[in-house]
């Protein structure tokens, strides 16, 4: 059984409709890409005004450093550019995705709450892609730029930059869907009312016909806060030319998978060496000598790395001179004790320090059963409320430690029961045979109803 769900999306002329709705799902989050080029590519989904509505501890929003802006029109050149945190912003500047819904969990900040709304397009200078939004996130990796250093060409529209959308909202489960930036009601407000009403229907973990019946018993400030959020997700759909939905499995519980490998002591070193000294104000001025200053400090650091990881010894004037050195030391010293000596990844170093660089480190919370149970199912109540979408896809994360692995399972099988619920059936696509063992069979090991159909193995050399 399913339930009704919201209006449909707007249909797009061309555009084909899946027989089953298919649920892509990777090990990598960046791996979806390749499953939404492939439904632009047999026309079930719109070239461009695509919805990205992301369930994800984590953003996802950076750009390759180094990347030509170019290669985003190049897939193949662009699938071997990307990475698990950088897949969605080259997506926006192809123009396939022009809104971006991030739906974070309480513990995720490294974007606040809000709506930006920003340029992205091709340097002039040095052909890299980059952003014209002034937040931290994007300051402390460098990848701002004025909007009059984007590169405009009549000649080349489809190259000129793009004006994008990302809203930020935290989807706490205990208002059901409650966001600051969405909501006239503050935190404070919502909290207190959560105290107030612990027997509210997500509190209880009942179903979805007891949380649409009793809707109407929901304390009045509690159910703006719910509907505020509903009514944002909505408008970014109804904005779009179709709407993915898009979900993280570390949406449910979190590592930061650096925690396991470096100590508290080793982290704070990183954080003193990778602090981002916030510009003054958002002035021109201010704005460019930060980033300025910011490609000299990572150029630094990368240089002193690369220089540990070759053998060379500094001299003592240098170490004496040069606060980053001493630190580098230290903490080279410090993992050769706790660790092997010889097996030290500086690329990984690197790596650790540019996560906690802004005074906000990766997200870390591995969540109880109950708090996933809470999570999904305040997922279930905000899409109940929203049409079905084109296409799901789905990342596990636990290969490389962000969702962890003694739940991604649990989590991911609790996930599709939800879905099929949701919208009956759907066409399960399972594309991450290499991380498998020989005799595992997620298909089986699933058990999903009849209601739903899978496919298994599916070719990833497909065009």
């Given amino acids: 059984m399913h339930f009704q769900m919201a209006k449909s999306v707007k249909q797009v002329t061309g555009i084909k409709v899946y027989k089953d709705l298919p649920v892509w799902i990777v090990e990598g989050h960046n791996d979806v890409l390749t499953h939404i080029y492939r439904g632009i590519g047999s026309k079930h989904l719109p070239l461009e005004g695509i919805t990205l509505i992301h369930f994800d501890a984590h953003p996802d929003m950076c750009i390759p450093i180094d990347m030509d802006a170019d290669i985003v029109f190049d897939k193949d050149k662009l699938s071997s550019a990307l990475s698990i945190e950088n897949w969605i912003l080259p997506a926006m500047y192809a123009g396939h995705i022009n809104t971006v819904v991030w739906v974070k969990p309480p513990w995720a900040n490294q974007l606040q709450d809000g709506k930006y709304t920003f340029q992205i ?14 937040d931290e996130y994007f300051l402390s990796d460098t990848l701002y730029a004025a909007a009059s250093d984007l590169d405009v060409d009549p000649e080349r529209p489809l190259y000129n930059p793009k004006t994008v959308t990302l809203h930020v909202v935290t989807m706490d489960p205990e208002t059901i869907g409650h966001t600051s930036s969405a909501s006239s009601k503050t935190d404070t407000e919502c909290k207190t009312l959560e105290s107030e009403h612990r027997d509210t229907p997500l509190e209880r973990n009942v179903n979805v016909n007891e949380t649409a019946d009793n809707s109407n018993q929901m304390p009045e400030k509690m159910r703006t806060c719910d509907d505020n959020l509903k009514s944002l997700l909505m408008d970014s759909i109804d904005s779009g030319t179709a709407f993915i939905l898009d979900i993280d499995l570390d949406f449910f519980s979190t590592k930061n998978p650096f925690k396991d490998v470096f100590s508290q002591k080793q982290m704070t070193i990183l954080e003193e060496l990778y602090h981002f000294e916030k510009p003054k104000d958002k002035s021109q001025d201010c704005l460019k000598t930060s980033l300025s200053q910011r490609c000299q400090q990572l150029n630094e650091l990368e240089n002193i790395l690369q220089d540990l990881s070759s053998g060379k010894e500094f001299s003592a004037d240098v170490i004496n001179e040069n606060l980053r050195v001493q630190k580098f030391l230290e903490l080279i010293e410090d993992v050769k004790k706790s660790g092997k000596p010889d097996d030290i990844d500086y690329n990984l170093i690197h790596q650790a320090g540019m996560t906690c660089d802004d005074n906000d480190e990766l997200p870390h ?99």
Wanted: include cysteine; aromatic fraction near 6%; glycine fraction near 4%.
């Fill in 365 to 463: 919370h591995v969540s109880s059963e109950h708090e996933i149970n809470q999570l999904i199912a305040a997922m279930e109540t905000l899409l109940l409320s929203l049409p079905k979408p084109s296409m799901v896809t789905m990342a596990r994360s636990s290969y490389d430690d962000y969702c962890p692995k003694e739940q991604v399972d649990s989590i991911q099988h609790s996930v599709l029961r939800k879905l099929q619920t949701l919208y009956g059936k759907i066409d399960v696509q399972i594309d991450y045979w290499e991380y498998l063992d020989d005799d595992d069979d997620p298909l089986n090991e699933f058990c999903l109803s009849e209601s739903s159909t899978t496919q298994g193995k599916i070719d990833t050399q497909q065009s």
């Fill in 121 to 134: 397009g091709k340097h002039k200078d040095s052909g890299k892609l980059r952003v014209t939004c002034t």
